[in-house]
């Protein structure tokens, strides 16, 4: 007997209209496909090597496997990010603790951490391998180059302040994030501000000019959180599974790239257009390294805070930013509620 597709479906739903309602509905529900959950990740800066982690998480299929269609956008600076996450622009971000800290304080702006990124903080400064500069006490008497209002500039007078150095004899230099390369590598400046990430891309091009590149990072005298990963109080409150959802995806996604450094940054390389996957893997292993490689990232499961570090990170933003220490407790500023259960 030939199959008459339009008949049977005819059939199928006149059943259904026999069943009672609640049972209607669920047949209907089980008919249906699910939908993936459309989510926006915003960065904090441009999509380079040292955030292929979240695009690993999309191609390897990580979020979809949690029910969600991920979209990461490209940002404007971290606090540029905890504001659009609090207006509900994008219900994740990836942003520096401090600036969530700050905002938190000084605007009430109802954002928390949900995962810590990096352990330690990327905070660096960038001096050519052949220069006198070999500590931070060397930056006296010579040019330093920066974006004004950038988190390593935020840092730096409190960084200058615990090696005793004396920032006035400093000529401070302001420029954009892009320009900072060419201005270490021509002589235009002494050192260059930046984060760790940046270092490849900095010897690279030092190394076409015969030269190399030597880094004083911050976390030699800070001991304190970097980057996390944010959402809203809203979508903290509204969608607890969303977030425990994408939180757990964009954990392996870390995991994996940790692993497959190379494999992330190929997965970039198919969704960022121009990605070179040769310049851009260094800084993706540079970014792991900040995530899995401090005391604190081998003692805790990946995205945990650690509360005496949290702790240390809320005093060290608040002396760094002239805010009130006890204006808020450190445990304020996260959610420990949506990590996975280890």
Do not use: C
């Not at 622009?89 to 990124?117: E, K, T, W």
């Not at 330690?120 to 060397?138: C, E, N, Q």
């Not at 900040?290 to 240390?312: H, K, N, T």
């Amino acid at each position: 007997m030939r199959f008459n597709a339009p008949h049977a479906m005819a059939a199928t739903i006149r059943s259904w209209l026999r069943l009672p309602t609640l049972a209607l509905g669920a047949a209907l529900i089980a008919a249906t496909p699910a939908r993936a959950q459309d989510v926006k990740l915003l960065l904090d800066w441009i999509p380079t090597g040292d955030y292929a982690a979240y695009y690993a998480a999309v191609d390897r299929g990580f979020y979809k496997e949690a029910g969600l269609n991920v979209t990461v956008e490209r940002g404007f600076g971290s606090s540029d990010t905890v504001t659009k996450v609090a207006t509900g622009v994008a219900p994740f971000g990836v942003a520096d603790i401090g600036a969530l800290m700050a905002g938190r304080v000084r605007a009430q702006v109802p954002v928390r951490a949900v995962a810590s990124i990096y352990t330690r903080p990327p905070h660096s400064v960038f001096v050519l391998g052949d220069s006198p500069i070999r500590t931070f006490k060397d930056l006296e008497g010579r040019s330093l180059a920066g974006a004004p209002g950038s988190a390593v500039r935020v840092f730096l007078p409190l960084v200058l302040a615990r090696n005793k150095v004396d920032i006035a004899k400093i000529s401070l230099i302001n420029s954009e994030p892009a320009t900072m390369g060419p201005l270490l590598v021509s002589g235009k400046a002494n050192a260059v501000t930046g984060f760790l990430p940046n270092r490849p891309r900095f010897e690279a091009m030092a190394k076409e000019q015969g030269k190399d590149v030597r880094v004083l990072q911050f976390a030699e005298t800070l001991q304190i959180y970097g980057n996390a990963l944010i959402a809203s109080d809203a979508v903290l409150e509204k969608s607890p599974d969303l977030v425990r959802r994408f939180v757990a995806a964009t954990l392996r996604g870390l995991e994996f790239t940790r692993a497959n450094p190379r494999g992330a940054i190929e997965s970039m390389a198919k969704l960022v257009p121009g990605i070179d996957i040769a310049r851009e893997q260094p800084a993706t292993e540079i970014a792991s390294q900040l995530v899995f490689e401090s005391d604190i990232a081998r003692r805790l499961p990946v995205g945990a805070f650690d509360a005496e570090q949290l702790r240390r990170t809320w005093e060290t933003v608040a002396e760094a930013q002239q805010l009130d220490a006890k204006a808020a407790n450190p445990e304020s500023f996260v959610s420990r509620d949506f990590l996975p259960k280890r």
